[in-house]
């Protein structure tokens, strides 16, 4: 054909960081700390709620459920988020569920963003915020910022969405990881911001199932009518039996909530322990880890690496870039450049950084432990 097959939105997002180094990873056969998902099992009450709901004698749970989320999870997310930000939600308006956090966020921008609208992105960012924006035809604009919010500042960032009547669609999937004492704080539970904003959650880093792929949105009917309607025309419905096993395992921890049986109580200390675990590896190594308040990552500091790998100048590729590359191919070991979630005129500035997941068993975090010493030795060796 003589004119190109391909709609214009995809102009400029065909290329994929996860593509690329999940090919490096198995090629390099590495101990793989670059993908955010746990290699641990859910809880044993979720396996054994997914073990009932495929061999029990529900088998509706085989068929189609309802479009916009089977009604015992949506009635226990109801009941569930409704208790936490403090007002009463209406499980068959207030909630979707979705093909995990994914498709909510895609949803989200295909429903709100028109052609030209400026999108406001907080980097470092979940990489596919930025292609979603542009193929719904918006303008990304991107503000660098920390994570791990205060109150006082998601009260800031409020104060501006109501004052520039601005919509917020807040990523809440790690809401359960927080460590070090430190609070979750729902941006849709302050003043002015529960009719502007759509939550999102996702089951598999709430339950550690990230293969399940169940997420949902939470919001004022207002906004998510407008969801609904991409969802409808879309994905249309989500898979029944994991649905059914995420509401049975929402309804025990609604049961256990705050105890310290409480998965949401049990996973974040766990996850607090392996944290501290792989930033004294990577300290032995000389890197410089940033240890995180919250979610799978930790990002280390490789500035003291480049006389194992020097910088090319004027490289088109960053700095991080090519160091995660080596270190996979020489080392064995597998993480993300940073800069992946920098916009293009900011990666240059975030390039000696490189990501690590810690959401694995204690065996890969001890394998990665072990290349890290090899490599200790190695550098301190004559």
Known sequence: MSRPVQARRLEGVDK???????KLAATYSTVNLGQGFPDFPPPDFLKEAFTRALSGEKHMLHQ???AFGHPP?????????GKLLGRDLDPMTNVMVTVGAYQALFCCFQAFVDEGD???IIEPFFDCYEPMVKMAGGTPVFIPLRPVFSREELELIADLCVKHDALCISDEVYEWLVYDGK???RIASLRGMWDRTVSIGSAGKTFSVTGWKVGWTVGPNRL???IRTVHQNSVYHCATATQEVVAQGFQREFEHYGKPDSYFVQLPKEMQQKRDQLVQSLVAVGMKPIVPEGTYFLVADISEFKSDVPDVPNSDEPYDSRFAKWMMKNKGLAAIPLSTFYCGPHKNNYNSFIRFCFAKE???LKAADDILQKW???KTTP
Do not use: D, P, S
């Not at 994929?16 to 999940?22: A, R």
């Not at 999870?73 to 988020?81: E, P």
């Open 362 to 364: 204690e065996a890969t």
């Open 118 to 120: 400026e999108v406001i």
């Open 183 to 185: 609070e979750h704080v």
């Open 224 to 226: 998510l009518q407008h």
């Open 376 to 378: 200790k030795l190695e």
């Open 16 to 22: 994929n960081i996860w593509v690329e180094f999940v």
């Open 73 to 81: 999870l949506v009635k226990i997310l109801a009941q569930l988020f």
């Open 64 to 66: 189609y459920t309802r």
